[in-house]
C-alpha cells in the first residue's frame, strides 16, 4: 500500500435526534436550555448584535471623503500600444482592440493615455483621447507622433 492512495475512511455518523426523550441526551429541550430567545424556534441573532449595547460600526467615527465630482477615466498605457501594426488611435479603435472598456452599458467615461510599460517604445503615433498623462504626451511629442486631445 502507497501513501498516496492512503483514503479517509468513511464515517456512518447518524444525525443528532433532537426531543426523543431523556435517555438520548437531548430531549425535553432539546439542548437549548431554559426560555429565551435562543430557545424559541426562529430565534436566530445576528452575528453582529450587540444585546442593544451601541453596535461597534455605530460607535467608530466616520473617516475620510469620497469626492462625488470625481472623474473615472478609462486607462490605456503606452507600452500597449507598442505591439500594435497601426499608428493612428482613436477613443472607437482602442475599444475595438479591446484595450479601454466600457465601464457600463450606458456609460462612456473619458480614455487617458499612461506612460506605463515603455520599455522599447519608438514608435511615431497619432493618438486622440480625452486626456493624456504630461510623460506620456513628452514621450509621444519626442518620437515624432502627436498627442491631440478631444
Not at 103 to 112: D, G, H, Q
Amino acid at each position: 500500500m502507497y501513501l498516496h492512495k492512503i483514503e479517509r475512511p468513511k464515517i456512518n455518523k447518524n444525525k443528532k435526534r433532537l426531543g426523543k426523550g431523556h435517555g438520548t441526551g437531548q430531549g425535553k429541550t432539546s439542548g437549548k436550555g431554559h426560555k429565551g430567545q435562543k430557545s424559541r424556534s426562529g430565534g436566530n441573532i445576528p452575528a453582529w448584535f450587540e444585546g442593544g449595547q451601541m453596535p461597534l460600526q455605530r460607535r467608530l467615527p466616520k473617516r475620510g471623503f469620497t469626492n462625488i465630482f470625481k472623474k473615472k477615466f478609462r486607462i490605456v498605457n503606452l507600452g500597449k500600444l507598442v505591439n500594435f501594426e497601426e499608428t493612428e488611435f482613436d477613443i472607437v479603435k482602442l475599444e475595438k482592440l479591446s484595450l479601454v472598456r466600457k465601464l457600463r452599458a450606458n456609460e462612456k467615461a473619458p480614455v487617458k493615455i499612461l506612460a506605463k510599460d515603455i520599455d522599447g517604445f519608438d514608435k511615431k503615433l497619432t493618438i486622440k483621447a480625452n486626456a493624456f498623462s504630461k510623460t506620456a504626451k513628452e514621450i509621444i511629442e519626442k518620437f515624432g507622433g502627436k498627442a491631440e486631445v478631444i
